[in-house]
C-alpha cells in the first residue's frame, strides 16, 4: 500500500539558519505532493505543494524539490524564524492523502 | 471566503455513547474528506465524499463509524458505542483540485 516515510522526527535550528525535511514515498502513481504546517490546537495548513511535472518549486522563503525517479521529495525553509516553528508533515495525494509521521521544527531564538 | 469549519471543537463522552460531528465545507468545494489523527502521528485518512457520494471508506472506519453528505454541502461523522480507543483529534477537509484544507478539527476524549 501507500507510505511516506518522514525524516527527521525532530530538529532544531537556529533562527535565520535553514530547516531542510526529507520524504519518501512508495506509490510511483502519485504525482502531487503537499507540504502542511501544523500548530498546537490546529488543523494542517497547506504550506507548498509540487506537481510531478515539475521538479522545484518556491515561494518566499520556501521551497519544495521533487524527484520522481528516486520517489524524493524534500521542504526547504530558508532563514527561519520562530513562528516557523511547528510540526510539519508531507503528504503524497492520490484521492486521499497519506501523510508522513511529521517533523517537529524549533527554531530557536 | 470562510474556511473548513467543524463543531464542536472539544467532545468529552463516556464510553458506550454515541457522538455526532459536523463540518461545514468551504462552499464551492465538491470534495470532503474525513481524517483522524492521534498524537504524535500525521492524519489517517477515514473517507471521502465527492458531491454526495461516498467514494472510498477506509478500513479504519468499523461499522461504529458512518458519514454523511446528504446534500453535498455539509458532513456529519457518527461514532456508535464509542471506545476509548476512538480518542483522538478529527479533522475534515475540502477541496475543488488537489490541495485539500483542514479545518480546525473535533478533539474526541472518551472516558
Request: net charge neutral.
Amino acid at each position: 500500500g501507500e507510505n511516506v516515510e518522514q525524516h527527521p522526527s525532530t530538529l532544531s535550528v537556529q533562527e535565520g539558519d535553514s530547516a531542510v525535511i526529507k520524504c519518501t514515498y512508495s506509490d510511483s502513481a502519485s504525482n502531487y505532493f503537499p507540504w502542511y504546517k501544523q500548530e498546537l490546537g490546529k488543523g494542517p495548513q497547506l504550506i507548498i505543494d509540487i506537481r510531478s511535472n515539475v521538479g522545484e518549486k518556491k515561494d518566499q522563503r520556501i521551497a519544495v524539490t521533487l524527484n520522481k525517479t528516486a520517489k524524493h521529495f524534500s521542504l526547504h525553509i530558508t532563514e527561519t524564524q520562530p513562528e516557523d516553528s511547528a510540526v510539519y508533515f508531507c503528504a503524497e495525494d492520490g484521492n486521499k492523502l497519506v501523510f508522513g509521521a511529521g517533523t517537529i521544527l524549533r527554531v530557536k531564538s | 471566503d470562510t474556511g473548513v469549519s467543524q463543531d464542536p471543537r472539544h467532545k468529552i463522552t463516556k464510553r458506550g455513547q454515541n457522538v455526532t460531528f459536523r463540518c461545514d465545507p468551504i462552499s464551492e468545494h465538491n470534495r470532503l474528506y474525513w481524517y483522524r489523527q492521534t498524537l504524535g502521528q500525521g492524519p489517517e485518512f477515514l473517507t471521502y465524499f465527492q458531491n454526495e457520494a461516498q467514494l472510498e471508506k477506509s478500513r479504519l472506519l468499523s461499522d461504529r463509524f458512518s458519514a454523511e453528505r446528504p446534500k453535498g454541502s455539509f458532513s456529519t461523522l457518527e461514532i456508535q458505542r464509542t471506545e476509548q480507543g476512538d480518542s483522538a483529534m478529527y479533522l475534515c477537509a475540502s477541496s475543488l483540485a488537489p490541495g485539500q484544507f483542514f479545518g480546525p478539527g473535533t478533539r474526541l476524549t472518551v472516558l
